[in-house]
């Protein structure tokens, strides 16, 4: 017998469940295969990761700290993609956040908090925006691809990272202290630049608050306004929208700026959450790809803010467990999205 | 003058340059037949880790050691892109989210790393590695000594497979056929090519072909294994397609001008000039922007542009 892929002519709504879910299954079916080669047992290795990521004693408080970049780099992708456009670059616009945002929690420093963290945020949005606005520009008056030169300007803004706190005496590095005579490192912010966090048993970092929050204005900006449903006409098709006089060249740049915001936001969280200085090690933020996984979060999200929130969550939780467990960052990665 | 900064930088960038072209030219070959692979840099660095393990655990002479090695490397690469190939071209995935996802899954915290820890290959040296051969004794001539006839065995064998691989694009009726199902899908399948195949074996082909540039590193240039060892060097070799114009000729070219921009900042700083050698890591970035925006213009699309079909997956029903 012949097995034959056929393509949908529509897509059920039982799908767009059923084909994350799918892709996840075949996931862990393939590492199990990987497992099983190098002689682990994978079940045991399953009920492992699961008590690491969810059930243990303070597992969903990490879970959280791993999701919250996730949450945001997912969104980035997914905003961008209702427009058909590809902004792979989440990475380095997260990096520019966290250039900007650090920026603004210097220059602030002596100031209370509610003056201090909206500035972060509002540097953060800037740089991030900034940054993703170069191939926003070169796709919209050279049409030159988005995919490569965000991609390629990832590892620029890679390289200004390091710049700025290994070879420069930037206005980030901290040349006074003890320890950064040894090993180069960013300036510490004030407390007041520390965001708060809600909770004590399972701690909810204000990051991850500020990315529901963006999630839901996402989903109301394009499933409730004219500005969201004209990026959808476009990004559908690109000649209609063109008769019907729409604006194509700016709602790129627009739509661009807005996912390089977002990326940015996720930035000014690592900053204001979690590291509360630059961060430039090639060991630090930059291992982790939050940019990469979070494309990956938004398509096995099939690019729903709601569901951006839920798989954030989901494989935050497993690269969580990955670490505790030294094993390998497996699941984050092998995630095809499946047309059926 | 065999000491001068210009030979040493082109010397050096010659070996630096060796796993790019090696990653560059898979890549190629990959999307000549319109499968854009964003899992190099992955497929590299499990081509790394099991091609030392294998120097580490094959014993007999070095040489067979090695081959077998590079020959293991090769397969591991193939493996990791054959989930990517079933990805797109069986279940028409994108591309982007697949090659990356392969990037997250084998690359430095991924598989490799795994493998790398669960084989104990870290903080060992090699027990055999490629080193650089004196070829018809002319190391020690003038300026082309360093940097043509000092090399290791690998930048030879990467030379053969440019060559081999121009004349396979250009003279043969499969190459032929390949440059089809990038171009038009429709079209050749239309004449009777069969488009999935083609795309399987080259993307294969592809994947084999990064393993041996991430055995570059581990068998060649830093023989030892560590966690993300070929750091970035998959990205750069899929910015190097686009700067060569998709033509193998022109990849060796550009792999040695980018290997040059990263031994450039060593040989500075061994004469006692600091630049920031971020600046000349960027470049090969930065030039492959702007070459990008180059090509993107109208003309020079046609002329020099990238296969037509690259990243699309083929629908027959939707001819």
Request: charged share 10%.
């Amino acid at each position: 017998m012949k097995v034959r892929i056929e393509r949908r002519l529509t897509q059920p709504r039982w799908l767009t469940v059923a084909v994350p879910v799918g892709s996840l299954t075949a996931a862990f079916g393939l590492i199990a295969v990987v497992l099983l080669a190098t002689g682990h047992n994978p079940a045991a290795t399953y009920r492992d990761v699961f008590e690491a990521a969810f059930a243990a004693n303070g597992a969903l408080t990490q879970t959280l700290v791993n999701a919250t970049p996730l949450l945001f780099t997912g969104l980035a992708a997914a905003a961008a993609f209702r427009m058909n456009l590809f902004n792979i670059g989440g990475e380095g616009q997260l990096y520019f956040g966290t250039i900007g945002s650090a920026a603004a929690g210097l220059l602030l420093a002596g100031q209370p908090g509610p003056i201090v963290i909206p500035a972060m945020i509002a540097g953060g949005m800037a740089a991030g925006a900034a940054w993703a606005l170069v191939p926003a520009f070169l796709r919209a008056f050279f049409s030159t691809n988005e995919i490569i030169t965000s991609l390629m300007l990832n590892y620029v803004a890679g390289l200004i990272l390091t710049y700025l706190i290994f070879d420069s005496h930037s206005y980030w590095r901290d040349s006074e202290s003890a320890s950064a005579a040894v090993f180069p490192v960013g300036k510490a912010l004030s407390d007041a630049a520390s965001w708060p966090t809600i909770g004590s048993s399972v701690v909810v970092p204000l990051g991850f608050l500020i990315g529901i929050g963006v999630a839901i204005g996402i989903w109301v900006l394009y499933a409730r306004t004219r500005f969201g449903f004209e990026v959808q006409v476009i990004g559908d098709s690109p000649r209609a929208a063109r008769y019907a006089g729409m604006r194509t060249r700016r709602k790129i740049l627009a739509v661009m700026a807005l996912s390089g915001a977002i990326a940015g936001l996720g930035g000014a969280s690592q900053i204001g959450d979690f590291r509360h200085t630059l961060d430039a090690d090639p060991k630090g933020l930059r291992a982790y790809g939050y940019g990469y996984t979070g494309i990956v979060v938004a398509a096995l999200a099939r690019y729903n803010p709601f569901a951006v929130v839920l798989v954030a969550f989901l494989l935050g939780g497993l690269q969580n467990a990955g670490s505790t467990l030294q094993g390998p960052d497996f699941p984050s990665g092998l995630v095809g999205r499946c047309r059926g | 003058m065999n000491n001068s900064i210009l030979v040493v930088v082109l010397a050096s960038g010659v070996a630096y340059g060796t796993p790019l072209l090696f990653a560059a030219l898979g890549e190629l070959l990959a999307e000549r037949s319109g499968v854009l692979n964003l899992g190099v840099e992955g497929m590299m660095l499990v081509g790394a880790v099991m091609g030392f393990w294998a120097v580490q655990r094959i014993g007999g002479p070095g040489g067979i050691a090695l081959v077998l090695a590079v020959g293991v490397a090769a397969l591991a690469g193939a493996a990791i892109a054959l989930i990517h190939a079933f990805l797109v071209i069986t279940l028409r995935a994108s591309q982007i989210v697949s090659g990356l996802a392969l990037t997250i899954f084998a690359g430095g915290a991924g598989l490799s790393s795994y493998l790398g820890n669960d084989l104990n290959l870290a903080d060992a040296p090699a027990r055999h590695a490629f080193q650089p051969v004196d070829v018809f004794g002319l190391q020690d001539a003038p300026v082309l000594g360093p940097i043509v006839f000092h090399q290791t065995a690998l930048v030879y064998v990467s030379w053969v497979c440019v060559v081999a691989v121009a004349l396979y694009l250009r003279q043969t009726r499969p190459g032929l056929n390949v440059r089809a199902v990038g171009e038009s899908p429709q079209a050749a399948d239309a004449v009777g090519i069969n488009v999935a195949r083609y795309r399987y074996a080259h993307t294969l082909a592809g994947g084999a072909f990064a393993g041996v540039g991430g055995a570059c590193f581990s068998l060649a240039l830093t023989p030892q294994w560590v966690d993300g060892l070929t750091g970035g060097a998959g990205w750069i070799a899929i910015a190097l397609v686009i700067f060569a114009f998709w033509r193998p000729d022109l990849c060796l070219v550009g792999a040695y001008f980018f290997g040059a921009f990263q031994a450039l900042p060593f040989a500075l700083q061994a004469r006692g000039v600091t630049v920031a050698p971020e600046l000349f890591q960027a470049l090969p970035y930065v030039m492959t922007v702007v070459v990008l925006v180059l090509v993107s213009s109208g003309i020079a699309k046609r002329r020099l542009g990238a296969p037509g079909a690259l990243g699309l997956p083929y629908v027959r029903e939707e001819r």
